[in-house]
């Protein structure tokens, strides 16, 4: 079974803090991916890769960067995390196949005060 | 601009009822996805539709693939409580991209009551 695993399920951090979210999967997938996820909003696309070192902006990429040094990590960076930046955090990754299907970690849950 | 619209964004339903969740665009997707998401977990995967007109069945599940890939209906047969989540629609606008992105519908949340 695809394995996707997040850092952190919990994480409370404070305002102007740098923030790392760390996800790593074990099925050598081509694709990876960061949403977040809002009461009402649904899954927002932040930023992916299809490739190291190579990046895409998503729907929402603004006070967020990332990074892809090996194909199994993907990291979310929020460089001074604010209170709105609080929500559900979901990484994600696919194997680049035609369908692309995903497979999402547990999240984390990210509170800033 | 939500390219997915997925209604109703709520339902309650008592156990043994049947439903019918709806998935809805103006744009061709070359495959759609439905997942399931329970509380504080990921989504997981149900089932991928490629072919207009496509019927799938899993167990009391049974998903369609609108004849022009615009649309995707997911059906529910006597539901349980076991059936309570967010489920999911998303679609893949490019064919053979290596890209990989999915464009997701925001959720209908399904609660079943015994």
């Known amino acids: 079974d695809v394995k996707v695993t997040q850092s952190s399920r919990y994480l409370v951090k404070r305002t102007g803090e740098k923030v790392f979210l760390e996800c790593v999967q074990d099925?050598?997938?081509?694709?990876m991916f960061w949403y977040r996820q809002d009461p009402g909003l649904g899954l927002r696309l932040i930023y992916f890769s299809y490739d190291v070192k190579m990046k895409e902006k998503g729907d929402i990429p603004e006070g967020y960067s990332v990074s892809r040094e090996k194909k199994e990590r993907f990291s979310l960076i929020l460089e001074s995390a604010s209170t709105n930046q609080t929500s559900m955090y979901l990484c994600a990754s696919s194997p680049g196949t035609v369908y692309n299907e995903q497979f999402f970690g547990p999240g984390t849950r990210l509170t800033v005060l | 601009t939500q390219l997915l619209e997925q209604s109703p964004q709520f339902l309650s339903i008592q156990e043994g009822e049947n439903l019918t969740v709806y998935c809805n665009s103006s744009?061709?997707?070359?495959?759609l996805q439905w997942y399931r998401q329970e509380p504080g977990e990921g989504p997981v995967l149900l089932v991928t539709?490629?072919?207009?007109?496509e019927v799938k069945k899993l167990k009391r599940l049974t998903f369609q693939f609108g004849d022009a890939r615009k649309d995707s209906s997911l059906h529910i047969t006597a539901a349980q409580p076991g059936d309570t989540g967010l489920y999911l629609c998303a679609g893949d606008t490019d064919r053979g991209s290596t890209l990989g992105r999915l464009y997701f519908g925001r959720g209908t949340q399904l609660t079943v009551w015994p």
């Open positions: 539709v490629v072919t207009g007109g």
């Open positions: 744009s061709v997707f070359s495959s």
């Open positions: 099925m050598d997938h081509e694709n």
